[in-house]
């Protein structure tokens, strides 16, 4: 087994953090592992904007709180908040250019972040439901701009990483004749 995989059977959505800061320059490492994903024709979809002292903290957990989800998100010491950009795509691609591969782009991204996440020993959480106007507002990210996802981060409190259940691998393969 690669240390890569490895990295990935470690990488869990945690909900348990430590009363411990994140530093800045892991959040940035991260980052810039996301960074690196590949995206459609190079144009990197996405911003990211860093929630990581104690008022911002508490401002996105609350946003990101509803009636029954998520009531977990004021452990977090960090979030990043993933915004959707426009795409340039190069008009010489036709009929490919009306696709839009954004979601892919944004999801490949964060995965690079978790991963880099949990090598540095970060636990991560993505957040999908989450009060959009409210965190545009509070943190001023103008409004044309969708937020995709939140990513609540910290130092995991979690006693043991639960074992990943997935289908057998013959459920998720077929070969092509």
């Not at 240390?3 to 530093?23: G, N, P, T, W, Y």
């Not at 990581?52 to 010491?77: F, H, I, M, Q």
């Not at 009929?95 to 540095?120: M, P, Q, S, W």
């Not at 459920?171 to 092509?176: D, G, H, M, R």
Request: glycine share 4%; charged share 25%; proline share 5%.
């Amino acid at each position: 087994m690669t240390e890569l995989v490895k990295i990935m059977q470690q990488r869990h959505s945690c909900r348990e953090f430590l009363d411990k800061a994140v530093e800045n320059e892991k959040i940035v490492a991260c980052i810039n592992a996301a960074s690196l994903a590949p995206s459609a024709c190079n144009t990197q979809p996405y911003h990211f904007y860093v929630a990581n002292t104690p008022e911002t903290v508490a401002t996105a957990a609350e946003y990101c709180k509803s009636d029954r989800l998520n009531n977990w998100v004021g452990k977090a010491k960090a979030f990043v908040i993933v915004t959707q950009e426009h795409a340039d795509m190069p008009t010489t691609l036709g009929e490919a250019v009306r696709k839009d591969f954004r979601h892919f782009d944004i999801g490949l991204a964060l995965e690079n972040f978790c991963l880099e996440a949990t090598e540095l020993g970060l636990g991560t959480c993505i957040i999908g439901c989450f009060n959009e106007e409210k965190l545009k507002s509070s943190f001023r990210i103008p409004s044309p701009k969708k937020i995709a996802l939140v990513v609540a981060m910290g130092y995991s409190a979690e006693k043991e990483i639960p074992a990943k259940k997935r289908r057998p691998l013959e459920e998720s393969i077929t070969y092509l004749k």
